[in-house]
């Protein structure tokens, strides 16, 4: 069924979605007690400080100290991080989400906003007193206590000017208007630009960071481009061949350095055959769903090539459900499918079925017996490059 946006939600602090998004989102901030009730972290402190230790997860060791801050990147041994005992001290491992099942499942509390729009979860462990300093983030955050207290000083900043001279972007005059100490379960959402500053108040303090992808005009426009470009030079590897600029009736000319009109048109008439009808919301498709540099996927054994197929074959649908991989990033629109950049035209019940997969992340057995032959074959591709994958209940 389709998700309730006008259900109260206690995530939420008792609004629905369809009015925090009206009244909040993008305009003021909003503390939630008990958003999450008995709240556990996604992830023990043990797993976060494993996950900072890999060559592939963006982590990074901010410490506090009197002569001012230090930054280092990841990844970080465990003889590299200091004692818990030690005071103010932070580290922040970005995309939790896509190494562990329950942070995953997290994020996907926030499905009342469009896939296209979310990036990461990011998880911060601070011992007494540490933090980042006051800052503001150019994107809408929601900030989730998961162990421990933090307290957040937080303020609608006119002066945005940084300080010199600081590996971090902290402000060089912070104004807090509101200040709370947040438990265990306890939420706060902050629009873009709110300047925030979050202390841990004792050691053991672990914050879970729900971050969304904000690109800048001049990146999209860049990237949208790039890929249009890269499209046509997939097209023209197809032995279509290469349309040239003719002039067969160019006339002599005394002005020898005007550009002729009709290689102006020429070149304006190329540029509008690129950018032809779906071609910058294609290009836009697949910019959203590219995995970043430090993603990769684990292509399914050879011995379950084949499970598709045989899930088809059983015709009950009871066995199992198939699910997107954690990694997999998955949106659509009135035309295409995109998945892990790269699109897929589709239509009728296929496109039902595809973005009901982008909607919630999964279908079971009996959905998958309704898709094409063609759309079969695609979906077994991507079962077979880790893209989805089979989950049977019993297990």
Sequence with gaps: MPFDIHQPLALLGGISPAHFMQHYWQREPLLVRQAFAAFQPPVSTQTLFALAGQEDVESRLIQSQQQGWELQHGPFSPRQLPS?????????????????????????????????????????????????????????????????????????QSDLSLQEGVPLKILRHFEPEFDWVLEPGDMLYLPPRYAHDGIAVGNDCMTCSVGFRAPQRQELAQSVLEKIVDSLYDESEEGTPAVLYEDAGQQAVQTAGAIPVELQQFALDAVTRALHDGAIEQALGEYLTEPKPNVFFDREAEDNEYALAEANESGSGEAASWHLNRKTRMVYDSRFVYINGESYECSGEDADLLHRLADQRWLDDTDFQHFSPTAQEIVQDWYGQGWLQRRDPAV
Excluded: E
């Design 84 to 156: 818990k005992k030690k005071p103010a001290w932070t580290l922040l491992v970005q995309g939790v989400d896509l190494h562990d099942d329950q942070a995953h499942a997290l994020l996907q509390q926030f499905a009342f906003l469009p896939q296209a729009r979310l990036d990461d979860l990011m998880i911060s462990y601070a011992s007494d007193g540490g933090g980042v300093g006051p800052h503001f983030d150019s994107y809408d955050v929601f900030l989730l206590q998961a162990q421990g207290q933090r307290r957040w000083r937080i303020g609608r």
